[in-house]
């Protein structure tokens, strides 16, 4: 089935003839559904700390950066914007030319509120001779909006949302980019520095580093701090041959294979690569201005000291298992495991080997909000492969919806993943974990697409914070809505949180 040409191909990307095959064996097999024990709740898994434990989290936070461990905030930000702007796509493209769906008449009712009005203007008056008010009062809206979203204008159809202005300040406005490196200061610096990663596109790359090297020092100079700015891209390696419906490799016109990125599930090679003790993971597009920063802040810290201190009991443990623990130890361990890691053995043996197979690995708290229906996934206790049930974070596609219980569990379940995680990734010996071995592989899943009018199949890796890190330890802690304020259309933009 592969060719020489082939092999040349997959070998130039860094991806073995055995890795396509099992691929191309994907797609015919298809990827089995997840086993579900339960949704997560406030007290079946998901943990709701009073006042008084918030403020013992935050301390124990403070005092593990105290003591000069790194930590790093790790932001995936190599999606472009196109998905936020599609409504309007659809404005320029309509055969009508005044705004007539309530997302056309609210973003033209409401323009001057987005922080990019003035550079919006501004291309306006270059390009067409006029200002957004005047071609407005002329009916010229397709204008307007297309001076936004078209290269000639802000581009804002193609660039990457990192980079697009989400809010107003009085000494200018801010991208999502500049927001978490104030979060970094804010929350994740040590040492008197805060050292922040950005997963980017290649074709993004140099535009991130030339706004970096235009705002970093102000706000080093802000917050008292150094920042350590750093950015890797997905690795071609992790990229998925596309398949025919028929489950045959698909082909582009010369002939040659069709290479697709793997899904947000590629960047556990990314993440594996950072150097750290601890590692704060958050989407690009959730960010708030700097008045609602408190609340973020005070959580971020809480879930933080909700990981060091679970780390350092599992840390005890091992060193205990080293000695040789005595029945009363394994049971303590054997509690601890079950009762604040969630993780029921369900008939394996509990024995000194179970024991440190499920301690000594890498372990991540997950901020989950309530249910407010938002698309996306959502914390359940799954059985994994060893047969022990555990916490995870799920995608509606790892789910059977033919399956009455569980179609049940998805849609009744009172808590959502806002992509909001905390991560140790280092044994209690200090050395680093290797992420990828904690992968489950039988976690992906398979979409339809197409490509020149031709349908194929794409696979899609484990999600990063799904099967990725299926064997983790997991805690979820309930954090507030307010936390949670993700731009997923330009018309989020003018909600109450980004204004």
Known sequence: MLTEKDLKQIAQRGISEAQIETQLKQFETGFPFLRLEAAAAVGKGIVAPNEQERKQYVAAWEAYKAQGRRVVKFVPASGAASRMFK?????????????TTDFEKKYFHDIEKFAFYDALDAVCQQNEGKGIKALMAEGRYKAVAANMLKKEGLNYGQLPKGMLLFHKYAEGPRTPM???LVEGALYAASNGEAHVHFTVSHDHLEFFKQKVAEKADGFAQKYGIKYDITFSEQKPSTDTVAANPDNTPFREADGSLLFRPGGHGALIENLNEIEADVIFIKNIDNVVPDRLKPETTEWKQVIAGVLV???????????LLDQGATDAQLQEMATFVKDCLCIDPKGTKVDADYLRRKLNRP?????????????????FLTYNQDG???LQILESSQIDTQNEAYMKMFTQG???NPVDLVCAVKDYQGKPFNLPDFVDKTTGFISSKSKGGKELKALELPGLWNGA???????FVEVP???FNPVKTVNDLLREQHQ
Do not use: I
């Open 414 to 416: 009172t808590h959502f």
């Open 469 to 475: 890190m299926s064997d983790w330890s997991t805690v």
């Open 388 to 390: 022990t049930v555990s």
């Open 481 to 483: 809505l307010g936390t």
């Open 87 to 99: 409504n309007m796509f659809a404005f320029v493209d309509a055969d009508y030319d005044v705004p």
């Open 363 to 379: 372990m991540r708290v997950c901020g989950v909000v309530k249910n407010v229906g938002e698309p996306g996934g959502g914390p």
């Open 178 to 180: 500049e927001e978490h």
């Open 309 to 319: 201190s679970l780390q350092e009991r599992a840390f005890g443990y091992l060193r």
